[in-house]
């Protein structure tokens, strides 16, 4: 396999990178905590390394190095396609080096050949009603083939630990490869009246989903790949990647672990905003009669901030600037989507919103996110059932996913096992009381 020997050839040096620093640099301190920081999700506190992808506050999210930008110019396309084929991205993730087209066309190549699904994954999704949340159903779907684990296989049977990303990049392989039919299965199942369509091997892994939920168009194809390239990775210290990374350092199988990773995607402080993105603009949209003037949207945001509220689609826990891949969508918008109500109104916020979050004085970065626009351009094209856009988050984000478990079991990075504090030796600690007073407190 392509991805075998290039990560094969790359493995040792790696490993001899990460020993270096950990038995030369092992006492060098590189942060300290406090103790708000403990009591405020950890934020800004180095808890990983993610090779894979890295995000800088001001230029966005980086893979492997490259920009989103360098990665839309430099990774091949398919022929007369606005973005690049998904294999090329994977390649570049799992490798860190840029795939020739004919090697980009071999990784899809690959997931063609292993995209069979296992037809438990279509009972299990079958078992929910057809109402109930997407992305129970591709977590559940994903979770389903725990069962198919090459890895959780050959580890029972007992092997080498230097080889366990070996087992886990073919999982990895196999879960890619079969996503886009699984997540096409529960599309058709909620939204077309459980009228699947069989996959077509004459397409590219992007166009593929598309055709399978009846939308066969170039437009949407090129939609799917922009998608897909966009949303793949954002460091593995945000709430879904840490989590698949976690479940992963204990050994858990690619399934279970990814399976745990669309979990916390679909939490509306994660990869559930884009959904209300979309709905956020709708219902401007609705109240409005139309596009709204800036003035009418001034209001609405300002009635937004009065009653508690955030702005779906502007801030940024990392980003302190405009997300390079809001910037994507807005040019890809501005050149196709023009006439759309949606787009319009999306623009218009754009105009107001930041000065007003600027105003607002605690909100740390006032741009748009990716979600500000992602769910706009999925309706125009089609996909007008926003509940579920997180599916489409999450088909992507498998591949930041694997990529780290793969690679984290290459390092072999350990189990991770962080401390936890009480209050009250918190307590102890900032008034240098001693523990014995405090217990009996
Ligand atoms: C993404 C987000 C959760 C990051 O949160 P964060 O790291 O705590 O952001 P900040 O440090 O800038 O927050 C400081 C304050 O500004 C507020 N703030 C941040 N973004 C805001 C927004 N878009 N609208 C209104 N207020 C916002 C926060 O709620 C916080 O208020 P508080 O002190 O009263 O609790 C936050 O910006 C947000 O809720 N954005 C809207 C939802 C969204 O787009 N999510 C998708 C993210 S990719």
Redesign the pocket.
Request: proline share 4%.
């Given at each position: 396999m392509l991805l075998e020997n290039k990560i094969s050839d790359k493995i040792q040096v790696w490993r001899e990178r990460v020993n270096r620093l950990k038995q030369e640099y092992g006492d060098f301190v590189i942060s300290t905590v406090t103790v708000d920081q403990i009591y405020s999700g950890i934020?800004g506190v180095p808890i990983q390394v993610s090779d894979i992808s890295y995000v800088d506050p001001e230029k966005g999210v980086r893979y492997q190095g490259y920009t989103i930008e360098e990665c839309i110019k430099l990774l091949p396309n398919p022929e007369n396609c606005s973005f690049p084929y998904v294999g090329g991205l994977y390649y570049l993730l799992m490798t860190g080096e840029l795939p020739t087209a004919a090697k980009a066309v071999a990784i899809e190549d690959e997931w063609r050949g292993r995209a069979e699904v296992p037809k438990v994954v279509f009972d299990v999704i079958d078992a929910f009603p057809d109402d109930a949340s997407a992305m129970a159903m591709f977590s559940a779907g994903i979770l389903a083939m725990s069962s198919t684990s090459k890895f959780a296989a050959q580890y029972a049977e007992g092997m080498d630990k230097k080889d366990f990303w070996l087992p886990m990049l073919d999982d990895s392989m196999d879960l890619i490869a079969r996503a886009p039919e699984i997540c096409a299965y529960i599309y058709n199942k909620k939204y077309r009246g459980h009228q699947h369509i069989d996959p077509d091997p004459n397409l590219d892994y992007a166009a593929n989903f598309a055709h399978m939920i009846g939308l066969d168009e170039p437009k949407v194809y090129d939609l799917i790949r922009m998608s897909l390239i966009l949303l793949a990775d954002h460091e593995n210290a945000n709430v879904s990647a840490h989590t698949a990374h976690l479940v992963g350092s204990a050994l858990s199988d690619i399934y279970l672990a990814c399976s745990a990773g669309l979990n916390g995607l679909a939490g509306p402080?994660?990869g559930l905003?884009n959904q209300?993105?979309f709905k956020f603009i709708q219902d401007m949209v609705n109240v409005f009669g139309g596009v709204p003037t800036e003035e009418q949207a001034l209001d609405y945001l300002n009635s937004t901030?009065d009653s508690g509220r955030?702005?779906?689609?502007?801030?940024?826990?990392v980003l302190r600037n405009i997300d390079p891949r809001f910037s994507v969508e807005y040019k890809y918008g501005k050149f196709t989507v023009t006439d759309d109500p949606y787009f319009q109104t999306a623009d218009i916020v754009f105009k107001v919103a930041p000065e007003l979050?600027k105003r607002?004085g605690?909100?740390?970065?006032p741009w748009p996110?990716?979600?500000?626009l992602t769910g706009v351009l999925f309706h125009h094209f089609g996909l007008t059932h926003a509940n579920f856009y997180t599916v489409l988050f999450g088909l992507s984000r498998l591949m930041g996913f694997t990529c780290h478990i793969v690679w984290a079991r290459a390092v072999n990075k350990p189990i991770e096992r962080p401390k936890a504090l009480t209050t009250r030796i918190l307590e102890a600690m900032v008034t240098e009381d001693s523990l014995e007073n405090l217990v009996r407190k």
């Open positions: 934020r402080l994660h905003a209300e993105c901030l955030v702005i779906p689609g502007y801030g940024h826990a979050l607002t605690k909100v740390k970065n996110n990716v979600d500000a």
